[in-house]
């Protein structure tokens, strides 16, 4: 199985990485995709290019091996629709044992709001991982309608589930969100335990978010 995780990653931190690491090891994922949202609905245009999002995630999953980075969303004209990039990539459902959708707790629980909820739901498992401060045992009681779907990862092999699930995965992630990283850029403090080294190198030689004033 595949799992699908998207984000601005504008840039991507250490928490991106737990994340990808806990649901693969959760789900015993095969590969994890990385896919960078072109501009995401419902905030701002991402203040890094696109070839540096895509470059300092090629410098973040260098040393993770199944880790690969996907361009679908990037390749896409407009903005990037959780819903067109799983039907742009074929995924409907039809093959529950190949596909999983990656959030962490704080995004899944703004569910409601993504384009084509709740059918986009059937079209593969999603994974939701806990966040700092934003657990996923909070998740039934605040989706109530969602509750029934929703399983402990671990609990049921993801593999023989016979409908789209929602697999809650509680794990320990980086306490660090790309905004975090910018604030800590534009004040000039180190990247130490925010990002991956090969990063933060990435982020100085090309002086990124210097002007990015903690947005
Ligand atoms: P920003 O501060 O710009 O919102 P972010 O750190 O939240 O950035 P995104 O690219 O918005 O990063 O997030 C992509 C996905 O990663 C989302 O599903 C988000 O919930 C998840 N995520 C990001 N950081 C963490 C973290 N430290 N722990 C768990 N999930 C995280
Ligand atoms: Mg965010």
């Not at 015993?28 to 995709?33: G, K, P, S």
């Not at 245009?45 to 040393?63: F, K, N, Y």
């Not at 029934?148 to 990862?153: D, H, L, N, T």
């Not at 789209?164 to 850029?185: E, H, N, Q």
Request: aromatic letters at 8%.
């Amino acid at each position: 199985m595949i799992g699908l995780f998207g984000g601005t990653f504008d840039p991507v931190h250490l928490g991106h990485l737990d994340v990808a690491r806990a649901a693969r090891r959760a789900l015993n994922l095969d590969r994890v995709w990385m896919i960078p949202a072109k501009f995401p609905p419902h905030r701002g245009r991402p203040l890094a290019t696109e070839a540096d999002r895509v470059a300092m995630l090629t410098q973040a999953i260098q040393d993770e091996p199944g880790f690969e980075i996907s361009t679908v969303e990037l390749d896409a004209p407009g903005p990037s629709y959780t819903a067109h990039t799983l039907a742009r990539l074929g995924i409907d459902g039809s093959a529950l044992d190949r596909w999983c959708f990656i959030t962490g707790a704080d995004a899944f629980s703004d569910i409601a709001t993504w384009f084509d909820y709740p059918a986009l739901l059937d079209r593969c498992h999603f994974a939701v991982v806990s966040r700092p401060g934003c657990g996923v045992h909070a998740l039934p009681a605040a989706l109530p309608s969602l509750a029934s779907r929703m399983v402990p990862a671990g609990e049921n092999p993801v593999s023989a589930a016979s409908r789209p699930g929602i697999f809650l995965i509680d794990a320990p992630t980086a306490p660090v969100s790309s905004t975090s990283v910018r604030a800590a850029i534009t004040r000039g403090l180190p990247l130490t335990g925010l990002v991956p080294d090969a990063v933060a190198d990435y982020i100085a030689s090309h002086r990124l978010y210097l002007e990015a004033h903690g947005r």
